[in-house]
């Protein structure tokens, strides 16, 4: 199993890139959160990988960080979920935007990502849910949760701290228009929203 690379980056070209290491040349597939932070061509660069092998192929991916390759890993594992679609899913949203999906079971944002339908939303949802914490840094309860702070995000803490159940609260905001919204703002128009 070859579990990191360390090299000169000689080619990209997303979503695959070359990482030249003694002379060898390693073909690499990477989701667009690691593509898009690689440094220039003739850089030196180091990834974490891993090796999937097929009856038809050896296909190496490279993460940027051991959560990202700890979290293609996790899905991987859930039912009907190959390479492309978990590389999909890493390249739409962040593992800790994803985690909250499935803490909140938002099916909704889920399935905006291309491949990523009503049904395997759900089904990603259900299988995650235990699994979310072994896929965390750590291994989950010794790291804390760091979510990236939106306003929408603030907007379901808020509504789910009133009492709401996330099923709920995502389903009231994906009835509004929250583009350009405050936290404030959104938590008002779901609260109009519920007593209608």
Known sequence: MIGSLRGRLSSKQAP???????GVGYEVETPMSTFLDLPG???????????????????????????????FRTLLKVNRVG?????????????????RCVELEDTTSMSKIPGV?????????IEMRDRI???????????????EASARNEAVDALVALGYKPKEV??????LDIED??????????LKQAVQ
């Open 133 to 147: 914490e072994a896929a965390a840094p750590g291994g989950g309860k010794s790291a804390p949760l760091t979510i």
């Open 170 to 175: 995502n389903s009231l905001i994906a009835k």
């Open 16 to 22: 695959q890139i070359v990482i030249e290491c003694g």
């Open 181 to 190: 919204k405050s936290a404030e703002d959104i938590i008002r128009l779901a």
């Open 117 to 125: 339908g009503k049904k395997t939303a759900e089904r990603l949802v």
């Open 83 to 99: 390479a492309k679609l978990a590389l999909g899913i890493l390249s739409a949203m962040s593992t800790n935007d994803f985690r």
């Open 41 to 71: 061509l003739g850089t030196d660069l180091f990834l974490y990988t891993h090796l999937l092998v097929r009856e038809d192929a050896q296909i190496l991916y490279g993460f940027a960080t051991e959560d990202e390759r700890l979290m």
